[in-house]
């Protein structure tokens, strides 16, 4: 979430300058006079009070048509009250949560039933407070109001008593029992009603003179009437059903306001998001998780802590402020929009309700919010600058963003022979001008007319090629079993020597061949996962010419499966092996020239590195965005399907479970001859996870394989969106959903191997939800990404 937060920075100083050249001259309102009074006239809704701030002043501030219809006309005013309806959700219930968090007294990532136990009922143990926060808790929408019940304690006693709809952290559900056990977990840790509490703590911090629940009598005459209930009109009464039934006090509504008083909230809000002096009573760097994006990483509705960013209910955005900037609108026909770039907030407020019942304002909010931008010289961008500055596809909901693209990359390999080899003459040059090159490649070492690197090297000018190095599965790429010997390049003639032997030492590159050598070029096709063995034997290349002071050259290559999404838990520092060089999450999202730069400056090497970077290769490209042909990276992945599903079938293939290698479609595929595959698809696809469905299939593996020649019983993985796709996450899912199903069979231990993450291990032992599970490493994704950063070259 930091590269959204830096891309709104970045926007924050263009819209700037564009800003101080827009208000040359008094920008013009008057359409919105039309839009409005059109609706007032074509009884659309009563009146309304508008009010637009920009650059930290009021700029448009008008009431039309009348607040009052019924039982008599009122002509509307700048100081009518209105009942904010879900508006409370995020000015009040999310910012008091927020404070909560401020003073220690809760993690968001913390179970709610670790403050509230008996919210743990029917199932919801694992559901966490962000999931309430950001509406995909998998709870339903409302509590029922079809059996009388009266009262606050009744409501939270069936709120925690509620069955979920669908598993936590897969679904996007607005729901007003979110925040009704919010106002609870509100009201718990602060020990004051919710009412109160927001009195003290954010009502009068702010100034707010007209804000409050429960409105005093005297207060009346200005508040906006909603509609008839059992024959009387609601005026200072609270309109949600389930509110009133609360006593007019909950979390999820109640609150009522004037367009003054919420504008004073936000433009105090875009103060302290901005940095400016500001009374808003959350800090800034906990405010900054109010309005950018805290949903699951697979979530395609972007959600902030209590503030909606780009969701269905996202429309009184209009089509030209950008994403990246939030809101959240009200039943009763309330509205506010905030703009941190343009540093705007809109402010729509009606009685849409009024008087017989709801009529349709979401048209409505949304052109006038257009409106105010064109008058104020927003530039209409529908996320194009932002794809241009950070590429597409940078969050996985790939919102507003291509999703695929028709590219021309050219690889190290072809960026070297454009040319004329001309990083390796440089470095020629410091030998007498003639390189003697080792060469550690495979069968994915070939260029964009398919001649093998090999060839293109051993027939270079200047450049002596003497030794070829070969990874796991060899110089072919055909081998699939430990123990490979050295060999002889039968077209060269060039001595191979296997670095997959049996032992550490047969892993590591030789320091005496290193010594006899000027530079080794590394041309392999990763698959843009920690524990495949390509980035380590890269990495022990580092170490040991970091000792022989050889240079190292990396000719740079697509990360298959992207580089815009990391994802999955960071293996354990102290735990490396030859599926885990070094700390890194399953999916790192970078291409291996890009990882010769993380693990030389991470582990302090200082080996002399020289990466050939590719041309025409953006983050967001998977490989079939590329132009390039696939060539099998090893014997078991063989399409770009299986590449995207490794990071989650590999990850639990050293359990006791086939993955599918002896078919003809592995990591596509896993099961067990103990394994009942329609339950267990079943379970998986009641779990909704995104982007993928389930399937039972029977396979039987071939030799040397795990169970071959024996009957399996298990699922196919089908992959509807590999964009929504969180699969080392889906991993964790298929660990989780075997160990609960067969807890005597699966052998959930041994999945330790490539996960190295012994916390992680802990958790899915004890049962511990898995999106829980995902929550908890996002913290640590953060801290990796931006020392990621320093290596990224594209």
């Not at 290193?514 to 495949?532: I, N, P, T, W």
């Not at 022989?548 to 290559?557: A, F, K, N």
């Not at 001859?673 to 079943?682: H, S, T």
Request: proline share 6%; aromatic share 8%; with cysteine.
């Amino acid at each position: 979430m930091k590269l959204f937060r830096c891309r709104v920075a970045l926007l924050v100083y263009v819209y700037g300058l564009i800003s101080c050249c827009a208000f040359a001259q008094q920008p013009d309102f008057s359409r919105i006079d039309e839009l409005v009074g059109n609706a007032v006239e074509q009884h659309q809704i009563p009146g309304a009070v508008v009010e637009i701030g920009h650059n930290g002043r009021v700029v448009f501030r008008k009431a039309y048509g009348e607040r009052s219809l019924e039982p008599m006309r009122e002509a509307m005013t700048l100081d009518t009250i209105f009942d904010m309806a879900s508006l409370t959700k995020p000015l009040m219930t999310a910012t008091a949560v927020m404070q909560l968090c401020e003073q220690g007294k809760l993690s968001f990532n913390d179970p709610v039933a670790k403050y509230l136990p008996e919210f743990a009922a029917n199932g919801k143990q694992d559901i966490t407070i962000r999931q309430l926060l950001t509406h995909y808790s998998g709870l339903p929408p409302d509590l029922s109001l079809e059996q009388p019940w009266e009262g606050k304690a009744e409501a939270f006693k069936r709120a925690f008593a509620i069955q979920p709809v669908m598993p936590a952290g897969v679904r996007f559900v607005y729901s007003d029992i979110n925040f009704i056990v919010l106002g609870a977990l509100v009201e718990k840790l602060s020990g004051m009603p919710e009412d109160e509490y927001v009195q003290q703590k954010i009502i009068a911090p702010l100034g707010l003179q007209h804000t409050r629940y429960l409105p005093p009598e005297e207060w009346r005459d200005r508040i906006a009437p909603t509609q008839y209930e059992h024959g009387v009109m609601l005026r200072g009464v609270v309109h949600d059903p389930t509110t009133r039934r609360m006593g007019g006090v909950a979390g999820h509504a109640g609150l009522f306001s004037t367009g003054d008083d919420v504008a004073v909230y936000a433009q105090n809000l875009l103060d302290r998001l901005a940095g400016r002096p500001s009374r808003f009573p959350v800090g800034r760097a906990v405010l900054q998780k109010m309005v950018t994006p805290e949903q699951p990483a697979t979530g395609t509705a972007l959600r902030g802590f209590g503030w909606d960013i780009e969701t269905p209910y996202s429309s009184n955005r209009g089509e030209i402020f950008p994403v990246g900037s939030f809101g959240h609108t009200g039943f009763t026909g309330t509205s506010l929009w905030m703009d941190p770039v343009s540093d705007t907030y809109v402010i729509v407020l009606t009685n849409a309700v009024h008087p017989n019942g709801p009529k349709s304002v979401t048209a409505l909010r949304g052109k006038i919010a257009d409106a105010a931008a064109i008058a104020l010289g927003i530039i209409p961008d529908q996320g194009k600058p932002s794809a241009k500055l950070t590429g597409y596809n940078e969050s996985l909901s790939g919102m507003r963003h291509w999703i695929a693209r028709n590219g021309e990359v050219k690889t190290g390999i072809d960026v070297l022979e454009a040319n004329n080899f001309s990083d390796l003459r440089a470095l020629a040059k410091k030998h007498g001008g003639r390189l003697r090159i080792g060469l550690l490649t495979n069968q994915t070492g070939v260029d964009a007319e398919g001649r093998r690197t090999i060839d293109v090297l051993a027939h270079a000018d200047g450049i002596e090629l003497k030794t070829l190095f070969s990874p796991e599965h060899g110089i072919r790429g055909a081998e699939d079993t430990e123990n490979i010997g050295n060999a002889t390049d039968t077209q060269t003639g060039l001595p191979v020597i296997s670095l997959y032997g049996a032992t550490d030492a047969q892993r590591r590159p030789p320091l005496d061949a290193m010594r006899s050598l000027d530079a080794v070029v590394v041309d392999l096709q990763d698959v843009g996962v920690r524990f495949y063995t390509y980035e380590t034997v890269m990495g022990y290349f580092l170490e040991a010419a970091a000792k022989t002071g050889t240079d190292i050259v990396v000719l740079d290559r697509p990360n298959p499966v992207g580089g815009a999404f990391v994802q999955g838990p960071l293996s354990d520092e102290g735990a490396e092996s030859y599926v885990h060089y070094m700390p890194l999450p399953v999916r790192h999202g970078m291409t291996m020239g890009e990882l010769a730069r993380y693990f030389n400056r991470e582990r302090k090497l200082h080996a002399p590195l020289t990466v050939v970077a590719m041309q025409g290769w953006q983050r967001g490209d998977w490989y079939d965005s590329t132009g390039l042909m696939w060539v099998n990276p090893s014997p078991n992945l063989r399409d770009l399907e299986e590449a995207t599903l490794y990071p989650a079938l590999g990850l639990v293939e050293t359990t006791n479970i086939s993955v599918g290698r002896g078919t003809d479609t592995p990591f596509e595929i896993l099961g067990a001859p103990w394994i009942d595959g329609r339950k267990l698809a079943q379970y998986l696809n009641k779990r909704f996870l995104p982007g993928v469905r389930f399937l039972s299939v029977d396979f039987t593996p071939e030799k040397p394989y795990p169970y071959a020649g024996q009957l399996c019983h298990g699922v196919r993985v089908l992959v509807i969106d590999r964009n929504v796709l969180d699969s080392p996450e889906l991993g964790i899912e298929i660990a989780s959903a075997l160990h609960k199903l067969y807890p005597q069979e699966y052998k959930l231990e041994r999945i330790d191997t490539l996960l190295a993450n012994h916390h992680v291990l802990e958790q899915l032992m004890s049962g511990v939800d898995p999106s829980r599970i995902a929550d908890e490493w996002r913290a640590s994704l953060d801290a990796f990404g931006a020392r990621r950063k320093l290596a990224l070259l594209y």
